[in-house]
């Protein structure tokens, strides 16, 4: 069964990051995996989106679709251009930090988090999109946890220790978060 994923936000917010947790997650599994990136000329500021399509045994028949099965919603015009898209009963996580306005939906699962406050809180201001990251994958089991924490070191290969290890407390913040709160 083939899984779609929308991540969606300004060009600065880790949007494409997310996605490539997903991607080498599901690669680590042995999944079958596709990832689109897609961003304004702006990067940092624009929008930024990116689709991660997962299958377990058969091949990605495309790696574009119009209508995820999920969506991780970092800001208000993500959502505003992203929500009538979504499947019906897919997720919806929402950034409540700068989204200003509930979900119109009533099919989906909706769960929502103030990122930005959260990262603020643990000294990370720039880490919120993991955050988002682990209480994503608490919530649905999309990939399993360990594959994720593997990953930090591939990922953020060359970076400093401390940069590796802030981002991994943020993303380890999301899952307590989606454990205790959803």
Do not use: H
């Amino acid at each position: 069964m083939e899984k779609q994923i929308l991540v969606a936000g300004f060009g600065g917010q880790g949007v494409l990051s997310i996605g490539l947790f997903l991607t080498y997650a599901a690669m680590s599994e042995g999944r079958n995996v596709s990832y689109v990136p897609s961003y304004g000329a702006e990067m940092r500021g624009g929008t930024a989106n990116c689709i991660v399509t997962i299958a377990d045994d058969e091949e990605i028949s495309s790696p574009l679709t119009e209508t995820p099965r999920d969506a991780l919603i970092l800001n208000r015009p993500s959502l505003d251009r992203f929500e009538e898209r979504i499947q019906p009963g897919g997720v919806l996580i929402i950034n409540t930090s700068l989204v200003d306005r509930e979900p119109q939906r009533e099919d989906l699962q909706i769960r929502q988090l103030p990122l930005n406050e959260m990262a603020d809180k643990i000294g990370a201001p720039r880490s919120a999109n993991m955050i988002m990251l682990g209480a994503y994958i608490a919530f649905t089991g999309i990939v399993d946890m360990t594959a994720v924490l593997d990953g930090f070191e591939d990922i953020f290969k060359g970076r400093k220790s401390a940069t590796i290890e802030r981002n991994r407390k943020a993303f380890l913040t999301g899952v307590e978060y989606a454990r205790n709160n959803w």
